[in-house]
């Protein structure tokens, strides 16, 4: 798989303006702001082929990216954000829903959550449906910069108990900013996919 190869491809917000292919799909959940574009651009050593947003909210349909034909990455609207109409967040949430639903090639969810604070019930809501839906996820706590390296250990221990994390799935801190936890979730990624 080269890299170097990657394009966004479409933007949809219902499955008829899907990409029509059977490509294998890794989603990337969470709330608004929690990095799930950054780390698109983390992970494929681009500045801005996912558009980072200034604001919360920034993302609002699904947008699909193609890594060199073999594989996509899909960046989920943001769930969560509190200033945004009861009415918007029923179509974001929809739009959510309806992808995970019923997409076939979806092999992996990335789920985020920011590694400074207790994830919220939207998190809750959002990891146990992965999980009841026997769906192949790893969980990245986002924005380690943020914190000092001796925090980690127990950021990573509460957002495991708080979400209800079970043996065996793996949890990675993740910084875009400095660029950290990429190795090993792309080895993750590789496994998993397979
Ligand atoms: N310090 C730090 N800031 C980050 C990191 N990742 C993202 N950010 C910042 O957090 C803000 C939101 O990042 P996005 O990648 O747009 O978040 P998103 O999850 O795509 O947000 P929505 O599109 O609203 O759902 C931006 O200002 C980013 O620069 C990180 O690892 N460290
Ligand atoms: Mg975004």
Same mark, same amino acid.
């Given at each position: ?18 990409? $029509?292919?059977?490509?294998?799909? %890794? $989603?990337?959940?969470? !709330? ?11 992970? @494929?050593? !681009? &500045?801005? +082929?996912?558009? %980072?947003?200034? $604001? ?26 509190? /200033?945004?109409?009861?009415? &918007? ?13 019923? !997409? ?5 969810? +990335?789920?985020?959550?920011?590694? !400074? ?13 992965? %999980? ?20 980690? &250990? ?20 993740? /910084? ?8 090993? @979730?792309?080895?993750? +990624?590789?496994?998993? +996919?397979?």
């Amino acid at each position: 798989m080269n890299l170097n190869n990657a394009k966004f491809e479409l933007s949809a917000v219902k499955p008829a303006q899907y990409p $029509a292919t059977s490509v294998p799909e %890794v $989603a990337f959940a969470g !709330r608004s702001n929690v990095g799930k574009s950054s780390i698109i651009n983390t992970l @494929l050593n !681009r &500045k801005s +082929i996912a558009r %980072v947003g200034a $604001a919360p909210g920034k993302t609002r349909e699904i947008n699909f990216y193609n890594i060199d034909q073999v594989l996509y990455f899909v960046d989920l609207p943001g769930y969560g954000y509190a /200033s945004v109409s009861k009415e &918007k967040k029923s179509t974001w949430g929809a739009i959510i829903e309806t992808y995970l639903n019923t !997409r076939q090639q979806l092999k992996l969810i +990335i789920m985020m959550v920011d590694i !400074r604070h207790k994830p919220t019930e939207d998190d809750k809501m959002m990891y146990n449906w992965i %999980v009841s839906n026997h769906l192949q996820h790893i969980v990245v706590a986002s924005k380690a910069d943020k914190i000092s390296r001796g925090q980690i &250990k127990a950021r990573l221990q509460e957002i495991s108990s708080t979400l209800g994390i079970e043996e065996g799935v793996t949890i990675i801190p993740f /910084s875009s900013e400095k660029r950290t936890g990429k190795e090993e @979730l792309w080895n993750c +990624i590789n496994n998993m +996919i397979v």
